[in-house]
C-alpha cells in the first residue's frame, strides 16, 4: 500500500485543506471529524477522501478509530494533530469544563492521537508528525487563557518528543497558523475584523492552502532534516523564536 495520512479536523477549515493537499500529493487520506455528520459527508462526496468520526480528546476512541483507518487504508506513516476547539472566557469567569474540554480536546489529543503510532513509526523507522498549534500558542491572547496553554503545550510536546525520535527517522514539528481565513474568523463582528487585519503586517488574512503547503513540505521524506521546528505562518503578526 502507499503512503497513509491522518488529519485530525479534516473536514473542515485549514484541516479540510490540509487534507486535500495531502491526497493530491498521492496520500491516502483520512480525515477525522467529530461532529458534523452532513459537513463531514459533503467533504467526503466532493473529495472522495475517506472520513472517520472519533473524539481526539477520548484515547480509547483514538486507539479504535487508528485500527479502523489502518485496516482501511494501511499502516499511517503521516500524522497531522489539527484538531482544535475554542471556549474562550476571561479566566475570572472561566468554568472548569471550558478549561478542560479545550485540554482535552487542543492537548491530551498530541498524546491520545500520537501514542499508538509512535511505536509503530518506530519500528519502520519512517514517520512524518505536523502538529498544528497557533500564534496564541506563542504570544498569548487576551480571553484564551484555556487556548493559549493548550497551544502552548502543543510547542513543548513537538520540541520534547522530536529529540526522542530523530535518530528514528520520525520528523517532529509544529506550525502556528495566524489569522486564517476560515468560517471561525469569519464569524467576527466586522469592526473586530478590520483591527485584525490592520495588525498583520502583510495587510490579509492567511488561507488555508497557504498552511497546507506547509503541512505537505514537512511530510516530504526530503524534509528528513527539519524536526522540532516551531514555524509561524502569520504574515508577520507575531515574530518569534519557537
Known amino acids: 500500500m502507499g503512503r497513509v495520512a491522518v488529519v485530525t479536523g479534516g473536514t473542515r477549515g485549514i484541516g479540510a485543506c490540509i487534507s486535500k493537499a495531502l491526497h493530491e500529493e498521492g496520500y491516502a487520506v483520512a480525515a477525522v471529524y467529530c461532529g ?3 459537513k463531514a459527508k459533503a467533504f467526503r462526496d466532493e473529495t472522495g477522501i475517506a472520513v472517520y468520526k472519533w473524539n481526539v480528546g477520548n484515547p480509547e476512541e483514538c486507539a479504535a478509530g487508528i485500527r479502523d483507518v489502518e485496516a482501511d487504508l494501511g499502516p499511517i506513516c503521516t500524522l497531522v494533530n489539527n484538531a482544535g476547539i475554542t471556549r474562550d472566557g476571561m479566566l475570572h469567569k472561566m468554568s472548569y469544563e471550558q ?5 482535552r480536546v487542543n492537548l491530551d489529543s498530541m498524546f491520545n492521537m500520537t501514542r499508538p503510532l509512535i511505536e509503530p513509526m518506530r519500528e519502520r523507522n519512517f514517520g512524518r508528525i505536523i502538529n498544528i498549534s497557533s500564534i496564541n500558542g506563542q ?12 497551544k502552548a503545550g502543543v510547542i513543548g510536546f513537538t520540541k520534547a518528543l522530536a529529540q526522542e525520535t530523530a535518530r528514528k527517522g520520525i520528523t517532529v514539528n ?3 497558523p495566524g489569522y486564517v481565513d476560515t468560517d471561525m474568523v469569519a464569524a467576527v463582528p466586522p469592526k473586530v475584523l478590520e483591527g485584525i487585519i490592520a495588525s498583520i503586517p502583510v495587510g490579509r488574512l492567511g488561507t488555508g492552502p497557504e498552511i497546507a503547503d506547509m503541512v505537505c513540505f514537512l511530510a516530504r521524506e526530503s524534509a528528513g532534516f527539519t524536526t522540532g521546528a516551531v514555524i509561524a505562518v502569520n504574515g508577520g503578526q507575531y515574530i518569534a523564536n519557537g
Do not use: L
Not at 478549561?99 to 485540554?103: D, F, I, P, R
Open 36 to 38: 458534523n455528520d452532513e
Open 99 to 103: 478549561w478542560s474540554e479545550v485540554m
Open 139 to 150: 504570544k498569548g491572547q487576551m480571553g484564551q487563557t484555556n487556548y493559549s496553554a493548550a
Open 174 to 176: 509544529c506550525i502556528c
